[in-house]
């Protein structure tokens, strides 16, 4: 069974970075496409980037230019690099395992930008 696990959230102030991990243990890494989600106060889950095995990355319009998603097969883990964070950016991301029709999801991390 795929597990997801990640890393790396917290409270940063508006222009600030961060930098999420996330760990994929069960399977064999290389296979799935990998994706962060972001869940807002009072919003639905949307898209904010993937990144295929062949190391294609597609980026929500609202994080292109400031997010990059990057993975290490070689230690099974993805990132999501963040700079010049909003405060609309603030939600709680997920990690995403995808392959075929089966999706497998992280237990989120915290993001908060806020001065």
């Known amino acids: 069974q795929v597990q997801l696990v990640e890393s790396g959230g917290g409270l940063v102030q508006p222009g600030g970075s961060l930098r999420l991990s996330c760990v994929f243990s069960?399977?064999?890494?290389?296979?799935?496409?990998m994706g962060w989600y972001r869940q807002g106060p009072g919003k639905q889950r949307e898209l904010v980037a993937q990144?295929?095995?062949?190391?294609?990355?597609n980026y929500a319009d609202s994080v292109k230019g400031r997010f990059t998603i990057s993975r290490d097969d070689a230690k099974n883990l993805v990132y999501l690099q963040m700079n010049s964070l909003k405060p609309e950016g603030t939600a709680v991301y997920y990690c995403?395992?995808?392959?075929?029709?089966?999706?497998?999801w992280g237990q989120g991390t915290q993001v908060t930008v806020s001065s």
């Open positions: 990144i295929t095995s062949a190391g294609n990355t």
């Open positions: 995403n395992a995808r392959r075929k029709v089966t999706d497998y």
């Open positions: 069960g399977n064999i890494f290389s296979l799935y496409t």
